[in-house]
């Protein structure tokens, strides 16, 4: 099966590797490769794993069978209708998008029209510790007949409906406490180290869940939103506009995304070190990323 990864980030790399190792024939377009400063990390990959690299998303999916999307939140309408125009009549378009259910009904009105068949893919959980067998909800009236195709290429798929939506909506509303809960701890703990009780608020945090390892969950979090806010705030603008698609106004959902991207605009900023050097957001200690945090403000006060 001849695949196209439009989006060759974090996700889309480790994608790339567990297709090639089976043997597929992997293309791949990402806007980075269009800057010289991050465009080589990309290449340096792609060529040590065998992956087709190309200058945009029509080349990609030219003769593709599967087509995977693994981009920000904001692009992911964009990215089904830049890619339509180059798809093969009856290639399967899953969108692993951490977007809104609006936003998938409008990607997908945009991928059938142009012959392809578009499924929804709702990525239940951070990716790196189980690859392409990370749980994976599919959604849409093409699901049924994408799962059995994933699956054997090592993917841990299910349908969650037939209807285009379900699966999208559950990840949104499951993100609305997972992002959430990562924007909190990074409020409390910060909080906390300022006025110099953050051990008191552990040890009452692990009296109260005493399942959850309260010191190594906070460096958890600390590391993923500075290494990956902007990714994080952009789906939770996504969650805040499915919240809305209830009829709801998204007031933890829209804290949170502004969260996120304040640590997003820190870490360019350079506050947490530079990226990609020893010790970037790999603190062990939730305390060392906090400490930055609170000096930042010092100098520059909001």
Same mark, same amino acid.
Request: proline share 4%; glycine share 10%; hydrophobic share 45%.
């Given at each position: 099966?001849?695949?196209?990864?439009?989006?060759?980030?974090?996700?889309?790399?480790?994608?790339?590797?567990?297709?090639?190792? *089976?043997?597929?024939?992997?293309?791949?377009?990402?806007?980075?490769?269009?800057?010289?400063? @991050?465009? @080589?990390?990309?290449?340096?990959?792609?060529?040590?794993?065998?992956?087709?690299?190309?200058?945009?998303?029509?080349?990609?999916?030219?003769? /593709?069978?599967?087509?995977?999307?693994?981009?920000?939140?904001?692009?992911?309408?964009?990215?089904? !209708?830049? &890619?339509?125009?180059?798809?093969?009549? %009856?290639?399967?378009?899953?969108?692993? $998008?951490?977007?809104?259910?609006?936003?998938?009904?409008?990607?997908? *009105?945009?991928? $059938?029209?142009?012959?392809?068949?578009?499924?929804?893919?709702?990525?239940?959980?951070?990716?790196?510790?189980?690859?392409?067998?990370?749980?994976?909800?599919?959604? %849409?009236?093409?699901? /049924?007949?994408?799962?059995?195709?994933? $699956?054997?290429?090592?993917?841990?798929?299910?349908?969650?409906?037939? +209807?285009?939506?379900?699966?999208?909506? @559950?990840?949104?509303?499951?993100?609305?406490?997972?992002?959430?809960?990562?924007?909190?701890?990074?409020?409390?703990?910060?909080?906390?180290?300022?006025?110099?009780?953050?051990?008191?608020?552990?040890?009452?945090?692990?009296?109260?869940?005493?399942?959850?390892?309260?010191?190594?969950?906070?460096?958890?979090?600390?590391?993923?939103?500075?290494?990956?806010?902007?990714?994080?705030?952009?789906?939770?603008?996504?969650?805040? *506009? @499915?919240?809305?698609?209830?009829?709801?106004?998204?007031?933890?959902?829209?804290?949170?995304?502004?969260? !996120? &991207?304040?640590?997003?605009?820190?870490?360019?900023?350079?506050?947490?070190?530079?990226?990609? &050097?020893?010790?970037?957001?790999?603190?062990?200690?939730?305390?060392?990323?906090?400490?930055?945090?609170? /000096?930042?403000? +010092?100098? $520059?006060?909001?």
């Amino acid at each position: 099966m001849k695949t196209a990864l439009i989006g060759y980030g974090e996700v889309g790399r480790i994608l790339a590797e567990d297709l090639r190792v *089976q043997g597929l024939e992997v293309s791949a377009f990402d806007l980075k490769l269009q800057r010289d400063a @991050t465009a @080589t990390p990309l290449r340096e990959h792609a060529a040590a794993h065998g992956v087709r690299l190309v200058d945009g998303p029509v080349q990609a999916v030219a003769g /593709a069978e599967l087509v995977i999307s693994a981009v920000t939140a904001s692009q992911t309408v964009a990215v089904a !209708q830049a &890619a339509a125009a180059g798809l093969a009549p %009856g290639a399967f378009f899953l969108d692993f $998008n951490s977007a809104s259910p609006g936003a998938k009904a409008q990607a997908a *009105q945009m991928v $059938n029209a142009a012959g392809g068949r578009y499924v929804e893919g709702a990525v239940m959980t951070s990716v790196p510790p189980y690859r392409i067998r990370v749980p994976l909800l599919l959604g %849409g009236p093409e699901a /049924a007949a994408l799962e059995p195709l994933l $699956n054997a290429l090592g993917f841990a798929a299910r349908v969650a409906s037939h +209807q285009l939506g379900v699966a999208s909506a @559950t990840k949104m509303c499951r993100s609305i406490m997972i992002k959430g809960l990562e924007a909190m701890v990074i409020e409390s703990f910060t909080t906390a180290r300022h006025y110099g009780v953050e051990d008191a608020v552990i040890a009452s945090l692990q009296e109260t869940f005493p399942g959850i390892d309260w010191e190594k969950q906070g460096a958890y979090f600390f590391q993923r939103v500075i290494e990956h806010g902007r990714r994080r705030s952009e789906e939770v603008r996504e969650v805040a *506009q @499915t919240v809305r698609e209830a009829g709801l106004s998204p007031w933890s959902a829209a804290g949170t995304a502004d969260r !996120q &991207a304040h640590m997003a605009d820190l870490g360019d900023a350079g506050v947490f070190g530079t990226r990609g &050097a020893p010790g970037f957001a790999r603190s062990a200690d939730w305390r060392v990323e906090a400490d930055r945090l609170l /000096a930042d403000l +010092q100098r $520059n006060p909001t």
